[in-house]
């Protein structure tokens, strides 16, 4: 009986083995064949990519699937719908809510199940050197008039590895600070207001990088220049997390989600928060007297999301059919009414409703902008640096 | 039907669930155990990744947080758990029956996600209990009941109520009622039964109970990280650090291989201390 069993749990192992096998050698000899062939059918790695019903029939015959890995309210329905009527293409969408988690889920497949993903620029040169996620941009393929010439030149530039551009401008944004009018009107002069404890207990923040540079910041370092030096960074951030725990009474706890911040906002259950511009915006525009986005003395961080090619995406054409199709200023118009963000299109700002127009121009201003301090590249040690200072802050004793 | 063939229809219907536990759950802690013994460039055997852990102050000092934290909150489980399990079995009548155990089930119709969000809902400041209370009198003015350590207890003894009640009232059930009439017609009083005729009985489900809780507690990123806000940090949230944040998938599963010896250990000790067999118990 029991060499039986052991017999059986041998020969399962050899299966499964067997299995995994022939799943990846199905996979590596699968050369970009013409959009011919339905990406659908060819299932995604099933240990990894959560490919959403990848099992549904073949579209239609004109372009098969493109499937995104991207943040919420980059892909609205409405323009999917429209991309899908005017091409053919069916639609399939993962959202991410953090550059790691998107790097993490692109290297476990190399890129396979993916086709077109939304990396922030300071990861893509990055990952590209150490995983390998992505293949460069073919700029035949993209109408370049559709976007603003500055943001092209820039993102092209900074998203070189080995000599080719890997990523292009998309959506860009800031993070700074939201405050309650009716119960903090005079917050958001400074970061330093979020450990201020004349709103203790009335304070939110994220434990995450751009909480740190908001702090290296107010505490007059130059964390962008720091980082080039592994020493000099970790000092840096080491006096970001004295800081971050002697404030720790002060904060109420860290949001994770806009639907987390928008709630804590709304109930008054916190006053000071940092947040993304877009977020801000939006709660602005229901409640105009009540929140109001300040951008701080240090100014506010900004960052830039791009479209990356995945590499080992299966229908690159439709990828660049999208790109040039969301990137015209009636598409883009939609993403920045629906959400609040900023697009590198040509000419969306125009054709976006004069509402939203107004309240960026007067939140972020000419001579705000020219102070926001840009995500930087990071080196691998930067990021355990940064994993090691909010480790130690979130796990530090606090009332 | 002679013996092998009907041995041969055991292992028939046997292979599906040995294929699912194969592939989807020997398979990769194989990977997961090689991968913890391997350095992160180069791929060369090392035990660094397990020295890493231990040499860290940090993370030692959350393993135990989250190692005791799960204990006292098991015996929190069992202690909630018990009574309604006794009840349900041995109490109440064929309705109220009905009624206790779905109120233990249906909770599980959504997921553990969907219950800590509900939670959040009740439990805020500007929530549904702070308000109640309020309006009661007994608090004055709003209390925030979130991001508190009774907060994570209260949400882990919820989502592993079931876990720990089937067992009990599964070995209960079993329990002949005349057992207990004879006890105290012997001039037992309630304690001296409930510790010399019912407890042993039901030891058997009450290991399994605390064994499922307790690993499941070890186990939880959902509940502690929502319910525990900014005082949260439990041991899986490192491991996911490790993997997501680092990129570091030798260490992130060298801290996994940790907790899992851990958690079967801890589990084989208190078997051994208790004199339970699992087999049994089972």
Redesign the interface.
């Known amino acids: 009986m029991k060499r ?1 069993f052991w017999m ?2 041998a020969f ?2 050899v ?3 067997a ?2 096998a022939c799943g990846g050698a199905a996979k590596t000899p699968q050369p970009q064949a013409p959009s011919s062939k339905p990406a659908a059918t060819e299932a995604p790695a099933a240990t990894e990519a959560p490919a959403q019903s990848a099992t549904e029939a073949p579209a239609a015959a004109s372009g098969g699937v493109l499937r995104m890995l991207t943040w919420e309210g980059y892909a609205p329905e409405e323009l999917v719908d429209k991309f899908t009527k005017e091409t053919g293409i069916k639609v399939e969408i993962t959202y991410i809510g ?1 550059n ?2 998107l ?2 889920k692109m ?1 476990a497949t190399k890129g396979v199940g993916f086709d077109l993903v939304s990396p922030t620029l300071n990861y893509v040169a990055t990952a590209q050197e ?1 995983f390998g996620i992505y293949q460069p941009i073919d700029l035949s393929k993209v109408n370049k008039d559709l976007f603003i010439p500055a943001y092209w030149d820039s993102i092209l530039k900074n998203s070189e590895y080995e000599g080719k551009p890997y990523a292009l401008p998309f959506v860009w944004g800031t993070t700074a600070m939201v405050v309650n009018l009716e119960k903090a009107p005079d917050a958001g002069q400074s970061y330093l207001d979020l450990c201020d404890p004349k709103y203790k ?1 009335r304070v939110t923040y994220r ?1 995450k990088y751009d909480t740190l540079y908001m702090f290296a910041y107010a505490l007059g370092y130059d964390p962008a220049e720091a980082v080039k030096n592994e020493d000099e960074y970790r000092k840096v951030m080491n006096a970001v997390r004295d800081k971050m725990i002697e404030c ?1 009474p002060i ?4 949001w ?1 989600s806009r639907q987390q911040l928008e ?1 804590l906002l709304k ?3 916190v006053w000071v928060a940092t947040s993304w511009d877009a977020i801000a915006w939006t709660l602005m525009k229901e409640y105009p007297n009540k929140f109001k986005y300040v951008v701080p003395k240090e100014g506010a961080v900004g960052w830039f999301d791009t479209f990356a090619i995945s590499a080992g995406a299966e229908n690159v054409d439709a990828a660049y059919k999208w790109i040039n199709f969301v990137m015209k200023p009636e598409n883009a118009a939609v993403i920045i009414n629906k959400t609040g963000y900023q697009t590198a299109s040509q000419g969306a700002v125009e054709l976006a409703s004069p509402e939203m127009a107004k309240i960026v121009a007067e939140t972020l201003p000419p001579e705000k902008m020219k102070t926001i301090k840009w995500y930087f590249p990071l080196p ?1 040690y930067a ?2 640096i ?2 090691d200072v909010l ?2 802050v ?2 530090a ?2 009332k | 039907m002679n013996a092998s063939s009907k041995r041969r229809g055991l ?1 028939l219907v046997l292979i599906p669930m ?2 699912w536990i ?2 989807l759950f ?2 990769p802690h194989v990977k997961l155990f090689y991968l913890s013994f391997v350095s992160r460039r180069g791929g060369e055997f090392t035990l660094a990744n397990y020295l890493y852990f231990f040499k860290n102050p ?1 993370y030692r ?2 393993f135990v947080r989250t190692a005791v934290f799960s204990t006292l909150v098991t015996l929190l489980t069992l202690v909630v758990s018990f009574p309604l399990a006794f009840i349900i079995t041995k109490v109440a009548g064929k309705r109220l029956k009905a009624m206790l155990l779905l109120a233990v089930i249906l909770p599980y119709w959504v997921s553990e996600l969907i219950q800590a969000f509900t939670w959040m809902v009740l439990l ?3 929530g549904v209990f702070s308000y109640l209370l309020q309006r009661l009198g007994i608090i004055h003015h709003p209390v ?1 009941f ?2 508190h350590d009774y907060t994570i207890a209260l949400g882990l003894v919820y989502t592993s109520l079931l876990f720990m009640t089937i067992p009990i009232m599964n070995s209960l059930d079993t329990l002949d009622d005349s057992l207990i009439e004879a006890a105290y017609d012997l001039g037992a009083n309630f304690w001296s039964t409930l510790r010399e005729i019912i407890i042993p009985h039901a030891a058997p489900g009450i290991m399994v109970g605390s064994i499922m809780t307790f690993m499941l507690n070890l186990g939880n990123y959902v509940t502690v ?1 929502l319910l525990g ?5 439990w041991f899986t ?2 491991i996911y ?1 490790q ?5 570091n998938q030798n260490k992130g599963s060298a801290f996994s291989v940790i907790l899992l010896t851990f958690s079967v250990v801890f589990v084989w000790i208190v078997l051994k201390v208790t004199k339970q067999d699992l087999s049994e118990a089972m």
């Not at chain 1, 904060?251 to 860290?254: D, K, N, S």
């Not at chain 2, 993997?243 to 990129?247: A, D, L, N, S, V």
Request: hydrophobic share 45%; net charge negative.
């Open positions: 039986q059986l749990f399962v192992l299966l499964a083995l299995l995994a953090d790691n988690e790097i993490a290297a150490q207990g434990a720790k904060v109420r706890t860290y994770d709630d109930n008054d259950e691998p990021q355990d940064q994993a480790e130690q979130k796990a004793e606090s | 292992w040995l294929l194969g592939l020997v398979l940090l000092r959350i805020r400041e500007s925030e979130l991001y990280t806000g900014k005082n949260s940090l949230e490192i650090n993997f997501i944040i680092r990129f």
